[in-house]
């Protein structure tokens, strides 16, 4: 059999290898490597008092992953309302997701198309648009227009009034915005949609709210951001489009939002992703992102996790490989795979191969890329035999690898069918998963990173009471004080065990039977349980009362 090291350092995850030519497109601008110290300028250049303003300070380094950019979401983030509305849809049903729609490069319909929108935590009143290009907008529903205009330039400019009028759980209505007689020659781009008291033409991209909530954190985590999870993209023309509405947020903004508030990003590349996505996304980081700061860099999300497509891609691509390199049946090929460990053994080669293209592009600035092997926390196998791996082929010294990360989550042994009586159910419950579980967990992490003289992270964190049992019971434990002193016990614990960067998951989202996920449920609640037990750690440092 062929050397089993080597298969899979060819067979690295699933993105097909794009040639390295020595100048790459972005853009539409060709860099040479001489030019690329040149190129490289951000909002916070020169910007001494905002960095400071920004700059983390806590006394434990506590980072957040922040929610998904969903339509109805109450993080408050965008300036620009809809870029945080739903993928383009039909005319009739804004809601639904066009599939036959064809875009433009830009990300704007060719033909009449609909866009549907919240903005939850915005004030009603006289909204204000703009866009350029061609075509006619209107609203309906929870928006009607009241003026349109185009400028000599061709920018359409204009206003509606966005309804107070609101649904049967109390959220305002969705507005409904769509656009016809669009010239596919000169479709519309540069879509603006501010709310009222905001200024139309702000450079502006987050809100002063939203700057203000992630301000006390030393990372974010951009996970959920670029819809990792499930992700199909495979090329640098399938990323997020930075000026475009729709699902998942640009690297342009993921750039700009930790360059305004001095945060350290912590990426999850596409598992489909070729070398010539890894390429451009690490030029335009290296263009970009603010050299004073560590970029984290993780191969996709949870690839031992069986939720997600991305853990069924792995197992699949390597098991096609087997079988046309190997010629070997499915059953034998199945059997090679778990035996040799193959998907561990692919997920660090390929985290391996995406710092390598990152250090390439950032150049002098190479030790700022920090690439970070993450595993199941109840399981150290597969981050032990990453690990192993990486020693056996001897590749660390050049790999670098920064840390191991675990997502320590304080769940009950009933798990989403847990159906407690009481909120002190809920505590006593969990506190017994905590010592039993949790404990042992991180103190065989720990150790484990010490042997291979590593940093322990954690890429996600915190309570993990889900299910629809008791949902009035487990909602009301979010915001007991005995959730505080749970999360700063687990805090302290984590530190004393060895445990360094901790980032918590996550930042603000709702109670549902999906979870109980954010630190606030909106923007606007003035202080949470959950909230003030992160700050209060941050600020005095765990192990403290």
Known sequence: MKNIFLFTLSCILIGARASNAEKLKVDGNFLSPAQKSLTFSHSLAGNSALKDKFAFSGKFPLGINLAKDVSWSNSKMWVNVVKGARDWGYVDRPYEKDPNLKLSEKGYPLSDAGLWFEGLEYQPGVWQFSYKGSGDISFTFGGTLLS?????DGTVTGTFLRSDRKTSDGELDSVHLIMRNIDPDNPPYDLKVVASGYDLNSPDVFTTEFLDFVKPFKILRYMDLLETNHSSVKTWSDRIKPDAPGSGVAYEDLIELSNITNKEAW????HLADDEHIRQTARLFAQKYDRDLNLYLENSNELWNWVFDQTYDLHNSILDQLMAAENLTE???????????LPQKAVVDRLCHIADIFRQEFGDRADRIKPVLAGQASNSWHISKGLEHLTATSRQSSCNLHAIAIAPYIDTYDGEDFNPNSVDEVFSSMREYYEAEIKPQITEHAELAK?????????EGGQHLTGSDALEIKTAAQNDPRMGQLLQ???CFWK???GEDFVYYSSISGNSEDGHWGVKTSISQKESVKHQALIDTIEKGACTK
């Open 267 to 270: 990426i999850t590349l596409p």
């Open 331 to 341: 059953a034998e090929a199945i059997a090679n795979k778990d035996h040799e460990q």
């Open 451 to 459: 042997n291979y003289n590593l940093k322990l992270y954690a890429y």
């Open 489 to 491: 016990d687990y805090f």
């Open 496 to 498: 004393e065990s060895g």
């Open 148 to 152: 349109t205009t185009r400028e000599a």
